[in-house]
């Protein structure tokens, strides 16, 4: 798995790239933040980005227990 990046840089914009990385790391710490509130047990976190010269692939793998509120 490549490397997770924590400044990712502005692909150039004509490429049509944008900072989608870092949109998506933005979306990941929303989600992150949102189970923790919920008070679920993360059991897989995975994050990565791995850039080439054609653009990038992300990784993104979240498995997440959230329970039932007892009645």
């Given at each position: 798995m490549?490397?997770?990046?924590?400044?990712?840089?502005?692909?150039?914009?004509?490429?049509?790239f944008?900072?989608?990385?870092g949109?998506?790391?933005?979306?990941?710490?929303?989600?992150?933040?949102?189970?923790?509130?919920v008070?679920a047990?993360?059991?897989?976190?995975?994050?990565?980005?791995?850039?080439?010269?054609?653009?990038?692939?992300v990784?993104?793998?979240?498995?997440?227990?959230?329970?039932?509120?007892?009645?």
């Amino acid at each position: 798995m490549a490397k997770d990046h924590e400044n990712h840089e502005k692909e150039n914009p004509e490429k049509g790239f944008g900072d989608a990385a870092g949109d998506l790391r933005k979306k990941g710490n929303e989600l992150r933040e949102y189970l923790k509130r919920v008070h679920a047990d993360v059991e897989e976190w995975k994050f990565g980005v791995e850039e080439s010269k054609d653009g990038f692939r992300v990784e993104w793998r979240v498995v997440a227990l959230i329970r039932r509120s007892k009645k």
